[in-house]
């Protein structure tokens, strides 16, 4: 299939899976004589597989990673295990930062009295004035 059908089939966007293609998260494509791209079933699968993982937030290193061990399945699953802990442990930081960043946001909309620029504190904070 060309690879307007490859992204439909497998819900990555066009250039995406260019730019995978480009960084090695997917082969480089055989091309015809008319110069498309051909895409297999194959590839397809591991389009979703890396669409998914990045929309797990899973950064491409660690989809390589998984890739690697999604095509051996004589591997270990230790290995992917490791990858998603380390990943959940990140998520959960970036979380409870996310929480503090609320708080002050919070605390600095609470704050301004609605006056004038010059005297609001959600301004003031931003200049680090506050």
């Known amino acids: 299939m060309k690879i307007s059908e490859a992204a439909a089939a497998s819900g990555c966007h066009l250039e995406t899976i260019r730019y995978y293609e480009r960084?090695?998260?997917?082969?480089?494509?055989?091309?015809?004589?008319?110069?498309?791209?051909?895409?297999?079933?194959?590839?397809?699968?591991?389009?979703?597989?890396?669409?998914?993982?990045?929309?797990?937030g899973f950064s491409l290193d660690?989809?390589?990673?998984l890739l690697r061990l999604n095509f051996d399945s004589r591997l270990s699953c230790a290995e992917a295990d490791r990858v998603a802990r380390r990943h959940l442990a990140d998520v959960q930081a970036r979380i409870a930062e996310l929480g503090r960043v609320a708080q002050e946001l919070e605390r600095t909309i609470e704050g301004c009295s609605g006056g004038s620029t010059g005297?609001?504190?959600?301004?003031?904070?931003?200049?680090?004035?506050?």
């Open 23 to 56: 960084i090695g998260l997917l082969p480089k494509n055989v091309r015809r004589k008319n110069g498309y791209r051909e895409y297999t079933d194959e590839d397809i699968q591991r389009m979703r597989f890396v669409t998914r993982g990045r929309d797990l």
């Open 119 to 130: 005297h609001c504190k959600i301004i003031g904070t931003l200049r680090g004035a506050a």
């Open 62 to 65: 660690d989809i390589r990673s």
